[in-house]
C-alpha cells in the first residue's frame, strides 16, 4: 500500500505540479552520497585542482519504487566531463487509492551532460561549469541549461575555503508548467589533517547546511560519515548519511547510503574510481 501512495503522489507530482529537475541535487558518488555533500567537479569546478578526483568515476544508484540512476566522470588535467542519468521504471497515476487499474502508467526519465574548467593563481582557484539537461515525463519534455561558479582560496596546508553558486541558468517548459532550477548559494570549509578531514557547507537551499567527515582507517580503507540539517517547520530535520571506500592498485571501490532516516527509504550508491 505505501508504495502504491508513494507513485501515486509521486506521479501527480510530475503530471500537474512543477519539476525542479532534481537530477541537479543528486550525489553522484559514494563520497557526495556517504558525507551529504556534492563534490562533484561540474557542480564545485574548483574541485578538479583543489581536491583532484579520481580519473574515471562509474557510479550506479538505486531508491524506492525502482527509481535509479548513473553516472560517469572523467577528470583531464584541469577539465572535467560528466554524464549523468536517473530513471524511474513504470509509473502508475491513479485517482484514488485503492484502484483495481490505474487511470495511466509511464516512464520517467532525467538526462544531464555536464563539462567544468578550472584555473589556479597560487593560492586562488576558479571554476566554471555547465550542465545540459533534459527531462521527460509522459508526453511532455523540457531542457535546461545551468551554470555553477566556484572561486577557492588555500588559507593553510590545512584549510580550505570555498563559495560560489549552482545551477543558474535558463529552462524549458515541461507540458504547461514551467520548470525550475535549484538555484543556491553555497559557501564551504575543508580542513585537512593527516588521516582526518572535515567539511562543512553553507547555503541558502532547502538543505541549509551540510557536514561531513572522513577517517582513514588503514592505508586503503575510508570510513566516512555526514548529516544534512533541513529547516522545516516547527523544527529541523537531520539526515544522516554514511559510506566507504576501499582500494587496491590504482581502483577504489565505494559503498554508500544517503539519508538513512528518509521516509521513503535510504539511496544506496555502489561506485568504482579508477586512477589511470
Do not use: C
Not at 10 to 38: K, V, Y
Not at 95 to 105: A, F, G, M, R, Y
Not at 175 to 184: F, Q, R, V
Amino acid at each position: 500500500m505505501t508504495r502504491y501512495l508513494f507513485i501515486f503522489l509521486f506521479g501527480l507530482s510530475l503530471t500537474w505540479g512543477q519539476s525542479s529537475l532534481d537530477i541537479l541535487s543528486t550525489p553522484t558518488d559514494t563520497r557526495d552520497a556517504a558525507l551529504g555533500i556534492n563534490l562533484s567537479p561540474s557542480v564545485k569546478p574548483t574541485r578538479i585542482l583543489t581536491h583532484p578526483n579520481q580519473s574515471v568515476t562509474l557510479n550506479v544508484w538505486n531508491w524506492v519504487a525502482d527509481i535509479q540512476g548513473a553516472t560517469m566522470g572523467i577528470g583531464l588535467d584541469n577539465t572535467f566531463l560528466g554524464v549523468q542519468a536517473m530513471h524511474s521504471g513504470e509509473i502508475e497515476v491513479r485517482d484514488k487509492i485503492p484502484t483495481e487499474q490505474p487511470l495511466s502508467t509511464f516512464e520517467y526519465t532525467l538526462f544531464d551532460m555536464s563539462a567544468a574548467h578550472a584555473h589556479q593563481w597560487q593560492d586562488v582557484t576558479i571554476g566554471l561549469g555547465a550542465q545540459l539537461i533534459y527531462e521527460r515525463t509522459l508526453n511532455a519534455s523540457a531542457t535546461g541549461l545551468a551554470f555553477n561558479f566556484a572561486a577557492a582560496y588555500q588559507l593553510s596546508d590545512k584549510y580550505l575555503v570555498s563559495g560560489g553558486i549552482r545551477h543558474f541558468g535558463v529552462t524549458g517548459k515541461l507540458d504547461e508548467e514551467s520548470t525550475d532550477l535549484p538555484t543556491e548559494l553555497w559557501a564551504g570549509v575543508d580542513a585537512q589533517f593527516e588521516n582526518f578531514s572535515v567539511l562543512m557547507e553553507l547555503n541558502n537551499g532547502p538543505i541549509p547546511t551540510s557536514a561531513g567527515v572522513s577517517y582513514a582507517l588503514f592505508k586503503r580503507f575510508e570510513l566516512m560519515a555526514g548529516i544534512q540539517v533541513e529547516s522545516t517547520d516547527p523544527s529541523a530535520t537531520v539526515h544522516p548519511s554514511a559510506g566507504f571506500t576501499a582500494s587496491w592498485t590504482n581502483f577504489t571501490l565505494g559503498y554508500a547510503i544517503y539519508q538513512m532516516d528518509h521516509t521513503l527509504g535510504p539511496r544506496q550508491f555502489i561506485t568504482l574510481y579508477w586512477d589511470y
